[in-house]
């Protein structure tokens, strides 16, 4: 059971964080990650985080302004977001999966999603 929250509309440039509250056990054993589904287009990979958070991944697209981070004491994982663009906008989707984390991954690596939070980027 995974729920996003945080999503909204923001300017170009501004900052979004976004929160996935999970809930089901085993939290700190799963590699986590953030996908993204833009209208008309394709889920497509964030990030990825593993169980200890020592390994995390982002697409090319999000490198150097988003960061993962999870706390497996609360069983969340974050998304913090910044200097966001108009291309960001989509919703977006955590999941959870008995996988390793690496630097590009599939939906399909991935058994457990959230049902996404809607993030509007405005020029």
């Known amino acids: 059971h995974m729920i996003e929250s945080g999503g909204g509309l923001v300017q170009a440039g501004g900052s979004l964080r976004l929160s996935c509250a999970t809930s089901?056990?085993?939290?700190?054993?799963?590699?986590l990650a953030w996908f993204r589904q833009a209208p008309g287009k394709e889920r497509e990979f964030v990030s990825c985080?593993?169980?200890?958070?020592?390994?995390?991944y982002y697409s090319d697209s999000v490198k150097d302004r988003f960061t993962v981070s999870r706390d497996n004491a609360k069983e969340t994982v974050y998304l913090q977001m910044n200097s966001l663009k108009p291309e960001d906008t989509a919703v977006y989707y955590c999941?959870?999966?008995?996988?390793?984390?690496?630097?590009?991954?599939?939906?399909?690596?991935?058994?457990?999603w959230g049902r996404g939070t809607q993030v509007t980027v405005s020029a």
């Open positions: 985080i593993d169980w200890s958070g020592g390994s995390r």
């Open positions: 999941a959870a999966g008995w996988v390793m984390a690496r630097a590009t991954m599939s939906s399909t690596d991935f058994g457990s």
């Open positions: 089901g056990g085993m939290f700190d054993r799963y590699t």
